[in-house]
């Protein structure tokens, strides 16, 4: 059997890591993966984390099963997080191992209902969406996102979506879209709310970020508008980056939906999670329900999410800044105005490649840097070599 195993293909993004893990330099710069980093460039364990673990340490008497649906009092804490009150009694919640295990969850759920729906990705997108929905089965198309000078271009996202038939479903990014960090204003959530419910579409909210870019209000009024305005939403969360829960592969997804059918919405949910893993893991959810529910650790919490995304937002500022060259304009100031963790620089797979070889500058090959990996002391070195390059 094993004869026939195909040559491996390295995955993109690990090649460029293990490239960058074997260079010597001391000031290269890994702003390749998705992780938040400190001014020490550390990936902390939050202390809301930690104060919960404690407490779970002490208090948790019991490693028994709890159920196919996860930790319910988790479940519910999420719900009550990312779906207005009046919509709570509609939404189905399953927890996932992640927000990657929400995304194939709910893709597995949308071809078990509906086999020829196809699935809109943005170009460029999340590199994960396309294989995992395609690996549950189902057909997927893209729509362009970003005009060429990298903002979102809404004309041609709402042209080509208006060519998708009734029934396929739509992946948005709830907030901080990775790779462009360019995220819908609220005018524009409305505009395509009204767009899918035309054309009979459903969106899949994937959100991987709440909390990173602006208060978790503030972002989560794309989502609420298209909860009150469409009969079905599917979303797909992950705790992630905003508690620091990476390892723990904490996440859930919903259905949130106008109709009746809570218990067969979970009862197939369940059913997808037993022929797969069983049940989620514990711990991280168990974090995440202390973090939301109990007021010390919620208010402990929220300041160590606001304390980081100021720091992004810094970062974004300062680097958008040193860039400036004339001072009418900035063709970088994009990178201040960006959302979240990631911002694409306007520069080819090759130069990416110089950028790397040259000065031990590690993004992505699409041009994706993670402003979060920086510290402020590397923004000159970054300027600088962005300008050289930028000169050739
Ligand atoms: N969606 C998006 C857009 C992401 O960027 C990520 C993580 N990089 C995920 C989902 C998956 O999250 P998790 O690590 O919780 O599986």
Redesign the pocket.
């Known amino acids: 059997m094993l004869h026939n195993l195909p040559i491996p293909q390295p995955d993109p993004l690990w090649a460029v890591l293990s490239k960058m893990e074997q260079d010597q330099r001391n000031d290269k710069l890994d702003l390749i993966v ?1 992780v938040y980093r400190d001014e020490n460039g550390v990936t902390p364990t939050m202390q809301a984390v930690q104060l919960a673990e404690q407490r779970l340490a002490n208090e948790a008497t019991s490693k028994a099963y709890k159920g196919l649906s996860g930790n319910t009092l988790f479940n519910a804490s999420m719900t009550g997080l990312l779906v207005p009150n009046g919509a709570i009694a509609k939404t189905t919640t399953i927890q996932t191992v ?3 295990g929400a ?1 194939r969850l709910l893709f597995d759920f949308i071809y078990a209902l509906s086999p020829s729906a196809t699935v809109w990705i943005s170009n460029p997108g ?1 590199i994960n969406h396309e294989p995992i929905a395609q690996k549950a089965g189902l057909k997927t198309k893209t729509y362009p996102y970003l005009d060429s000078n990298g903002q979102l271009d809404e004309a041609a996202m709402l042209e080509h979506l208006s060519m998708a038939k009734p029934g396929d479903v739509v992946v948005l ?1 709830g907030c901080c879209h ?1 790779p462009s960090g360019v995220d819908l204003s609220e005018p524009q959530w409305k505009t395509l709310a009204s767009l899918l419910a035309s054309k009979q579409l459903t969106p899949l909210v ?1 959100i ?1 970020y709440l909390g990173l870019s602006d208060t978790m209000e503030n972002e989560l009024k794309g989502l609420h508008h298209l909860i009150g305005s469409l009969e079905t939403v599917f979303i797909a969360a ?1 705790c ?1 980056k905003n508690m620091g829960l ?1 390892c723990e592969r904490t ?1 859930c997804a919903m259905v949130v939906s106008n109709t009746s059918q809570q218990p067969a919405i979970r009862s197939l949910f369940e059913q997808i999670a037993r022929s797969n893993y069983s049940m989620p893991p514990e711990h991280g959810a168990a974090i995440a329900h202390l973090l939301l529910s109990d007021p010390t650790l919620n208010s402990n919490w929220q300041g160590e999410l606001t304390f980081m995304r100021n720091r992004i937002n810094h970062l974004r500022k300062q680097l958008s800044l040193a860039l400036q060259e004339d001072e009418r304009e900035n063709r970088y100031a994009y990178l201040a105005r960006g959302k979240g963790m990631f911002s694409l620089l306007p520069f080819s797979s090759s130069e990416m490649d110089i950028l790397a070889a040259r000065f031990g500058i590690y993004g992505t090959k699409t041009g994706r840097i993670n402003i979060a990996g920086l510290k402020e002391s590397q923004i000159p070195y970054l300027t600088e070599a962005i300008r050289q390059l930028a000169q050739q």
């Open positions: 998705g992640g927000g990657t995304l999340y990014h990775n994937d991987a992950s992630s990476y996440g």
